[in-house]
C-alpha cells in the first residue's frame, strides 16, 4: 500500500508538472486578464501633458544633435492584472520603459534633435495577447491621450522639421496619428522628414503617407515588422492577430491587405536580398543613459523585404542573447538589430529634407 501511495502521489506531481508545461502560457496568460468588462472598467487618472512628470523624455538632447523635434510613442511595457490600461507611474512599466525600451528604440533617432517621449495609459500587454472586444477597446483608449501629448508638443514645436517615432503598441497608435492628424494637414505634411513604425504591422493605406521607395524620399513612411530566418508559424500568428484602425477609429480585422515594410538597412521597399556587409550596426543598449551612445556590431545582418516581412538572420553573440520572464518576451527586444542602420536613415532624410527645403522643390 505504501509503494501505491508513493507511486501514485508522484504520477499525480508528474502529470501537474507535465500540464503545466504544456499550458503554462494559457496559465500566465490568464493571470493577466482584468477578468471586468472594459465599459465598467474604470481607467487610471488622465496624464496632464503640461507637466513634466508626463514625459519619459521631454526635448531630450545630446551634444552635436541636429535640429530636428522628435516625437517617439514607446511599445507595451505595462504587464496587465486588474487594470486593462496602465496607470502613469507604474513603477515596474517605467523600469521596462528607461531601462529597455529608450535606450534601444528612442536613441537612435537622438543624434538628430530634441526628442520627446510621453506616457500614456498604454493598453496592457495582456490587450495585445486576445482579440476580444474588451482589449481592442483599452487598445483604442490609449489613443485618446496620444493625441493629447501630441497637440502639446506641437505647441511646444510650431516649426521646423519633424520626425515621428513608434515601436509595436506605439507604432500602431502613430499609425492613426498620422492618418488622422498628419497626412490631412498641409502644414505638417510640409514639416515630416519621415514616420518611422517598427515592430507593427501596418497596412501600405494604413496611414495615408507614402511608403519610402530610397533614402531620399521624404514625408513618408518607414516601417517593418521583424521575423528571423527559419523560424515558422510566426508570420502566420502575427497575422492573425493583427489588427488595423479602419475609418471610424475602431481595430478590425486585416483581411489580405498588403503590409509595408522599408528595409532599414536600404531605405529601400525593394525585396532584393541585402548582404551582410551592408548592415551598419546592432546594438544592445539596455541600460545606457540618454547621451551614452551603445557600441555597434556591423556587418553580421543580412535581410530582405520579402510578402511584407523583414526577415533577418540572428547575431550569435552573449549580448544579444534573451533571458527574459515570459511577459517580457512579448515585449519590445532588449536590443535593436538596426540601430546605427535607423540612425543613418533618419539622417539622410533630414539631410534630404533641409536640401529640398532651401531650394524649394520638394517631390
Given amino acids: 500500500m505504501k509503494h501505491w501511495f508513493r507511486w501514485t502521489i508522484f504520477g499525480i506531481v508528474i502529470t501537474l508538472l507535465l500540464a503545466a508545461a504544456v499550458w503554462r502560457g494559457d496559465i500566465l496568460r490568464s493571470l493577466l486578464d482584468p477578468e471586468v468588462p472594459f465599459q465598467t472598467y474604470t481607467p487610471p487618472p488622465a496624464p496632464d501633458y503640461a507637466s513634466p512628470k508626463a514625459w519619459a523624455l521631454n526635448d531630450a538632447r545630446i551634444s552635436g544633435a541636429k535640429n530636428a523635434s522628435v516625437f517617439f510613442l514607446h511599445s507595451t511595457t505595462f504587464d496587465g492584472g486588474k487594470e486593462w490600461n496602465g496607470p502613469i507611474g507604474d513603477p515596474k512599466a517605467d523600469a521596462y520603459l528607461h531601462k529597455?525600451?529608450?535606450p534601444n528604440f528612442a536613441g537612435p533617432f537622438a543624434p538628430l534633435g530634441v526628442v520627446s517621449a510621453p506616457l500614456y495609459r498604454q493598453g496592457s500587454l495582456y490587450s495585445r495577447l486576445t482579440l476580444r472586444d474588451d482589449a481592442r477597446e483599452a487598445r483604442a483608449f490609449a489613443y485618446g491621450d496620444v493625441e493629447k501629448a501630441f497637440d502639446a508638443w506641437l505647441a511646444r514645436h510650431p516649426d521646423?522639421?519633424?520626425?515621428?517615432?513608434?515601436?509595436?503598441?506605439?507604432?500602431?497608435?502613430?499609425?492613426?496619428?498620422?492618418?488622422?492628424?498628419?497626412?490631412?494637414?498641409?502644414a505638417l505634411k510640409e514639416r515630416l522628414v519621415a514616420a518611422y513604425i517598427t515592430d507593427a504591422i501596418i497596412p501600405v493605406d494604413g496611414t495615408g503617407l507614402p511608403v519610402c521607395h530610397q533614402r531620399a524620399d521624404t514625408g513618408c513612411l518607414v516601417a517593418w515588422s521583424m521575423v528571423e530566418e527559419g523560424t515558422?508559424?510566426?508570420?502566420?500568428?502575427?497575422?492573425?492577430?493583427?489588427?488595423?484602425?479602419?475609418?471610424?477609429?475602431?481595430?478590425?480585422e486585416s483581411g489580405n491587405r498588403p503590409v509595408v515594410c522599408v528595409n532599414p538597412v536600404t531605405g529601400s521597399d525593394g525585396e532584393e536580398k541585402v548582404e551582410a556587409r551592408r548592415h551598419l550596426g546592432a546594438a544592445n543598449a539596455a541600460g545606457l543613459e540618454w547621451n551614452v551612445r551603445p557600441a555597434f556590431i556591423d556587418r553580421v545582418v543580412e535581410t530582405q523585404c520579402r510578402n511584407g516581412f523583414l526577415r533577418h538572420t540572428a547575431i550569435k553573440s552573449e549580448s544579444f542573447r534573451e533571458q527574459r520572464s515570459w511577459t517580457d518576451r512579448r515585449k519590445a527586444k532588449p536590443y535593436n538589430l538596426f540601430y546605427a542602420d535607423t540612425t543613418a536613415d533618419a539622417m539622410a532624410r533630414l539631410e534630404a529634407w533641409e536640401k529640398q527645403k532651401a531650394t524649394g522643390f520638394r517631390p
Fill in 100 to 102: 529597455i525600451v529608450l
Fill in 160 to 186: 521646423g522639421p519633424i520626425i515621428l517615432a513608434g515601436a509595436e503598441q506605439g507604432g500602431e497608435l502613430l499609425a492613426r496619428l498620422v492618418r488622422d492628424r498628419v497626412s490631412t494637414d498641409p
Fill in 232 to 252: 515558422t508559424g510566426v508570420i502566420t500568428r502575427r497575422l492573425r492577430r493583427a489588427l488595423y484602425w479602419d475609418d471610424k477609429g475602431r481595430l478590425t
